[in-house]
């Protein structure tokens, strides 16, 4: 089983290019989210999805766009990218609910120039 | 702002002893959930305690849950130089999100 899959693993931007980073999940899960992690803050939740065509914002939103076309795809939009969006980014998702047990994926690690 | 805080940040102890983290929140919770993050790879599910438990085993890992006080404290015995990674618990505060804290380096030494 491929569980959660994000593309690229790396990725070097020039500030205010954009990019889209992809997530997919081969488990019918109903719930996708994305994390942004940075040194010394934790994990936190930029995006969340409770099933297709169903978006809402989490706790740092800006700067960034999602969409969710299928069950099993979540991409995360940077339209103009900033410094402060070098990060490493995790698509996570779940059976039902977003508080139930999170399946993330191996990441993805953004620089921005 | 995190909902949950670990303690310590860091954590460095000898293979074979156990090692403690404790993770504090602020509001009232549903569950409680432990994850591990080796170096470089994803976050992986650990355990998850409902507020309605008090104490929950996973193998080496024992995690009890005191709502009164709201703190959670993960157990991990006999610990192995695998063992080493960043451990976070994770609340969902009421909000149908899970917030993360900011974890505790656990490094063990063989």
């Known amino acids: 089983n491929a569980g959660v899959t994000q593309t690229p693993k790396f990725q070097v931007l020039k500030t205010g290019q954009s990019m889209t980073l992809q997530c997919a999940q081969d488990?019918?899960?109903?719930?996708m989210s994305w994390y942004r992690q940075d040194p010394g803050m934790g994990l936190r939740l930029i995006h969340y999805s409770v099933g297709a065509g169903i978006t809402d914002q989490g706790e740092v939103p800006n700067g960034y766009n999602v969409s969710r076309s299928t069950t099993e795809d979540f991409p995360l939009r940077l339209l103009s990218a900033a410094p402060s969006q070098t990060s490493v980014y995790f698509c996570?998702?779940?059976?039902?609910?977003?508080?139930?047990?999170?399946?993330f994926g191996e990441g993805s690690r953004l620089t921005v120039l | 702002s995190q909902q949950g805080e670990e303690d310590p940040q860091a954590l460095s102890i000898q293979e074979g002893e156990n090692a403690t983290m404790n993770c504090s929140y602020k509001t009232s919770i549903n569950n409680l959930q432990w994850y591990r993050q080796n170096s470089g790879r994803g976050l992986v599910h650990l355990i998850l305690i409902r507020s309605n438990e008090r104490e929950k085993h996973s193998g080496r890992l024992r995690v009890t849950l005191d709502t009164s006080k709201k703190s959670s404290s993960l157990l991990i015995t006999a610990s192995r130089a695998a063992d080493t990674a960043s451990y976070f618990c994770?609340?969902?505060?009421?909000?149908?999100?899970?917030?993360f804290g900011q974890g505790t380096t656990l490094q063990v030494k063989p």
């Open positions: 488990m019918n899960h109903e719930y």
């Open positions: 994770a609340t969902d505060g009421n909000t149908g999100k899970l917030i």
């Open positions: 996570a998702s779940s059976r039902r609910t977003g508080t139930g047990e999170l399946f």
